[in-house]
């Protein structure tokens, strides 16, 4: 680890302990080049299968084959690629290997376009015998998948015109992050420290500072800012939202919703029931809010006062080596080997551990078929929550580690409907491990409000934003109008009846929806709500069970996308068909409520 905590190290400067090993993706630079070369020289031979896919089951395979083998150079090329951007992202070197390998592989998909509309022309009757012979056995998962289109798959002509839009198609996305991430400016705050720039990244800080001026400054100057460009915000917004309708209309989808749902197999009544089961719940919400209020000795609680710790002066000091223990310990009851393989992971060359000069924020987990499950980490010793990022995102990785040891690589990649599963139920079991050894009780309420406002974050918060997207594409396919008007109308609303009628709203709070990327990308949001109902349905099945729940788990990982998401969830033991799942995921909420109001309260109650 850096030996000067005040000093961010160069990347050449960071020891190769510290770093991860890409070398099962290419051995160097000069490597990547090499296959980047072959990559581009063989791709030319997909020509060849064009208008012969019907010719016999035979010629499909080849076909199949072949897309499958480059698919393979592909997926190692982009992953080398986005590593070593991440790793360092001011390197010019590794911006221009991104750019060549995003170009040659764009003008590849470009090029295999037919694909698709020549296997869902072959008739009905001819590739069902197709598919219950020996050639098309490798690929019959993944052909019966693309079947499921053939309502909503347009002639040849028509899917290249549709993918020749698809680029113009994101600029209400390109243009939202240029304005937001570019154009605008926050201005500055004062602080005890003196000024300090605001920017998106600082926003997240000062929204947690303990002294409350600042935080009301900070909220009001930033959501001021969206409010000075409210016009822009909304034209782009409806830009997409009309991209989304427009895409499910051409492609005959009844709604906007229920297009994006189809790729996962998921019906429409998972999306309401979450939204249903949440509303539900909502007082325990309600309630949690004054708890939060009574435990800062407020009169009223403001929305800027929602982020602020509760608990404070808890200071705790693991090492990287000293985190692999604990994630690991906690992990112990899904058995040896999946806890061997992780710590080798963990402590070999799985992690890119410490903060870098030019790294990547944030954290991630990376896997593709031919390399390890690599993690991208910015470590601190005293930062309990990296603790947690580090077993969520060990998570992912242990997915990903199963999912390639039993899958072949056409159905290896899980969807993101499953993908928050793996990570959530890592982190409760961390949780719960740490509340166990905790001897102190500022800790222990610490490590209470830090799950619930997880699980608010995730189930409650993604929900209403859930919740926003449904009400503004039903608008747009009612041919009803989004201004700056309806938007906030709309999502002033649900923050009203989300935050209750005890938190006053702000002059122009109702602009945080102009604020959420995340929106960007139609009906995403409500797969992190279900992935932690999900997460949390299996944790207490496999904590109370024995061994037949948690191989039960243990098969859902090795799964990998082989099966749709529910399928997947119900051979698990969780059919998110039902309310139950969700009902033990908010019911969990209510209960964690219960205990920080002891914890934090217990004064005022006496």
């Not at 997915?399 to 056409?410: C, D, E, I, K």
Request: proline share 4%; with cysteine.
């Amino acid at each position: 680890m850096n030996s000067d905590p005040q000093k961010i190290p160069l990347r050449s400067e960071v020891s190769d302990a510290h770093k991860w090993n890409l070398q099962k993706l290419f051995p160097d630079d000069a490597s990547w080049e090499d296959g980047l070369r072959d990559f581009e020289a063989r791709a030319p031979g997909i020509d060849a299968f064009k208008g012969t896919l019907s010719d016999s089951p035979t010629r499909l395979r080849e076909a199949l084959d072949f897309v499958h083998d480059l698919g393979l150079l592909e997926e190692q090329l982009g992953y080398y690629a986005h590593l070593r951007v991440s790793e360092d992202m001011g390197n010019s070197e590794a911006q221009g290997r991104m750019a060549r390998y995003v170009s040659i592989a764009t003008a590849f998909s470009a090029r295999s376009s037919f694909l698709t509309p020549e296997i869902l022309a072959i008739p009905d009757t001819v590739m069902t015998e197709w598919l219950a012979g020996e050639p098309l056995e490798p690929y019959r998962i993944f052909l019966r998948k693309q079947l499921r289109y053939k309502p909503h798959v347009l002639s040849e002509a028509e899917e290249r015109l549709l993918a020749m839009q698809s680029e113009s198609s994101q600029t209400p996305r390109h243009g939202f992050n240029a304005l937001t991430d570019v154009d605008m400016q926050f201005g500055e705050i004062i602080t005890d420290v003196g000024k300090q720039p605001l920017t998106h990244g600082s926003y997240a800080s000062f929204i947690q500072h303990p002294e409350r001026d600042v935080r009301r400054t900070a909220y009001l100057q930033y959501i001021a800012e969206f409010e000075a460009h409210k016009h822009t915000l909304a034209a782009l917004y409806t830009g997409s939202v009309q991209q989304d309708v427009y895409r499910a209309r051409v492609r005959k989808f009844p709604s906007s919703l229920e297009a994006s749902l189809f790729s996962d197999d998921v019906p429409v009544t998972v999306y309401d029931r979450l939204i249903e089961s949440v509303r539900e719940y909502l007082p325990v919400l309600h309630r949690y809010y004054d708890v939060r209020r009574r435990a800062l000795r407020l009169d009223e609680l403001h929305l800027y006062d929602t982020r602020v710790p509760i608990v404070t002066g808890v200071k705790t000091h693991y090492t990287y080596e000293q985190a692999v223990e604990l994630v690991t310990d906690s992990l112990q009851p899904l058995g040896d080997e999946y806890v061997r393989n992780l710590r080798e992971g963990l402590l070999g060359h799985w992690v890119d551990r410490y903060e870098n000069k030019g790294k990547r924020s944030g954290a991630f987990s990376a896997a593709s078929y031919t390399g390890d499950p690599y993690i991208l980490m910015n470590y601190k010793e005293d930062v309990l929550s990296d603790v947690f990022t580090l077993t969520h995102e060990a998570g992912h990785s242990m997915h990903s580690w199963h999912s390639v040891r039993h899958q072949p690589f056409q159905h290896y990649n899980y969807t993101i409907f499953v993908a928050e599963v793996a990570s959530t139920f890592n982190e409760q079991f961390l949780a719960d491990y740490l509340m166990r050894i905790a001897d102190d009780r500022a800790l222990q309420a610490y490590l209470v409000n830090k799950q619930v406002d997880d699980m608010l974050a995730t189930l409650f918060r993604q929900t209403m934003f859930a919740e926003f997207e449904r009400i503004t594409h039903a608008m747009v396919e009612r041919n009803e109008s989004l201004t700056v008007d309806s938007l906030t109308a709309v999502y002033g609303e649900l923050l009203a009846t989300y935050f209750g009628p005890d938190v006053p709203l702000e002059e122009h709070s109702a602009l945080e929806g102009f604020r959420i990327p995340h929106l960007y990308s139609a009906f995403y949001v409500y797969k992190y709500a279900t992935g932690m109902a999900a997460a949390l349905a299996l944790y207490e099945q496999v904590t109370h069970g024995g061994t037949a729940e948690r191989d039960r788990y243990l098969s859902f990982l090795k799964s990998g996308g082989s099966k749709y998401p529910l399928e997947q969830l119900r051979d698990a033991g969780v059919d998110m068909t039902t309310p139950a799942p969700l009902h033990t995921a908010l019911k969990k909420f209510e209960a964690l409520v219960d205990q920080l109001s002891a914890l934090v309260c217990e004064e005022e109650q006496k």
